[in-house]
C-alpha cells in the first residue's frame, strides 16, 4: 500500500457516494402500482439498459430501441432522459460537508464518475456550490471509458496531474476500488461519511 504520508489529492465518485441515486427516485412518482413500480425497473429501466448511457451511448439511441422493444412504455422510457435529475435524491448525509472541508484545507479534489456525457452537465449546473470546488471531474461518457477499467484511471491521473500514490479515491462499487487499487491508487469502499472520515484522517488530510 502506498505510503499514507504521500497522499495529497482525494478523488471521489458521484453516484451514492456525494449524491443518493436510483432509477425508482424518478419512477416511483410516475408509476403507483408497487408491483408495475418493481417491474418496470426489473425488466425495462434496467441497471444494464442504463450504464450503456455511462458508456457514452446517446439516449435517443437508447430510448428508440427500448421503445422498439417495449412500445407500451414508450412514455415512461422516453422520461428517462430530460428527467434524469430526478433519479439523483438527496446528497449523502455529512458528504458534502467534508468536500467542504477538504478544499477549505487546500486539499485538491478530483471526481472519477461513470455518467452520462448528456445527463451530467445539467445536473452539475444544480449544484455548482459543491461542484466548483473540484477541479477536474472525468466523466466516463465523454470519454466512453468506464470504471473499472484501468484506462480511465490512467486517463484521470494523468489529466489531475497526479502519481497513483499522490491519491486517495472514494467509491461505494467494490469493483471500482479494486481497479483503481490495481493501478496503485489507494482506495476506500465508501459506507458512510463517518468511516470515510476516519479514512481521511489517516492518510493525513483531515485532523483526527
Do not use: C
Amino acid at each position: 500500500m502506498p505510503n499514507s504520508s504521500k497522499i495529497s489529492a482525494a478523488i471521489f465518485d458521484i453516484g451514492n457516494v456525494l449524491f443518493t441515486w436510483h432509477p425508482r427516485f424518478l419512477y416511483e412518482r410516475l408509476i403507483d402500482d408497487d408491483r408495475a413500480l418493481a417491474a418496470f425497473l426489473d425488466n425495462v429501466i434496467t441497471h444494464e439498459w442504463h450504464f450503456q448511457h455511462d458508456a457514452g451511448r446517446d439516449f435517443a439511441d437508447t430510448s428508440a430501441e427500448r421503445i422498439a422493444e417495449f412500445p407500451e412504455h414508450a412514455e415512461l422510457i422516453a422520461a428517462w432522459g430530460p428527467r434524469f435529475n430526478e433519479s439523483l435524491g438527496p446528497p449523502v448525509p455529512g458528504m458534502h460537508e467534508i468536500v467542504a472541508e477538504l478544499d477549505s484545507a487546500g486539499v485538491p479534489l478530483f471526481a472519477i464518475t461513470n455518467f452520462s456525457h448528456e445527463f451530467f452537465p445539467p445536473f452539475r449546473r444544480e449544484w455548482p456550490g459543491l461542484f466548483d470546488r473540484f477541479r477536474d471531474i472525468v466523466v466516463s461518457g465523454e470519454e466512453k471509458l468506464l470504471k473499472p477499467d484501468a484506462a480511465i484511471y490512467h486517463l484521470a491521473l494523468a489529466r489531475f496531474g497526479l502519481e497513483p500514490n499522490e491519491a486517495i479515491f472514494i467509491d461505494d462499487n467494490a469493483a471500482n476500488v479494486a481497479g483503481a487499487e490495481a493501478v496503485g491508487i489507494r482506495s476506500v469502499l465508501f459506507t458512510d461519511a463517518e468511516a470515510l472520515r476516519r479514512e481521511l484522517a489517516a492518510a493525513g488530510l483531515l485532523a483526527a
